[in-house]
């Protein structure tokens, strides 16, 4: 079984920062993208930034400039730092990964639980 285990949420005032990590654990033999999403209420689900395993990244529109995405692959573990934090920023971050597991040639898409993060005016 792999889990991935979110870490890092919290309040912060705007213009704050916080880092989020997301650790993978588990039967795992392989991750390749790594990614945050984030779910406002009353929102859809979106990307935030995404990091493939040779450190190429993608961001929404709305974090670039303000968030950087980074991944320590000899601890599997994906990073969001987040500075300048906006009200519009609030949310709760999921992370997601690409994993194959032990004795699987798949990469299968897993999920963590959320941290909600939560930037007062």
């Known amino acids: 079984q792999v889990q991935l285990v979110e870490s890092g949420g919290g309040l912060v005032q705007a213009g704050g920062s916080l880092r989020l990590s997301c650790a993978a654990s588990g039967s795992l033999s392989d991750i390749n993208t790594m990614a945050w999403y984030r779910q406002a209420p009353g929102k859809q689900r979106e990307l935030v930034a995404d990091?493939?395993?040779?450190?190429?990244?993608n961001y929404a529109d709305s974090v670039k400039g303000r968030f950087t995405i980074s991944r320590d692959n000899s601890k599997n573990t994906v990073y969001l730092q987040m500075d300048s934090l906006k009200p519009a920023d609030t949310a709760v971050y999921y992370c997601?990964?690409?994993?194959?597991?032990?004795?699987?040639?798949?990469?299968?898409?897993?999920w963590g639980q959320g941290t909600l993060v939560l930037v007062s005016s």
């Open positions: 990091i493939t395993r040779v450190g190429n990244v």
């Open positions: 997601n990964a690409a994993i194959r597991r032990m004795g699987d040639f798949r990469y299968l898409e897993h």
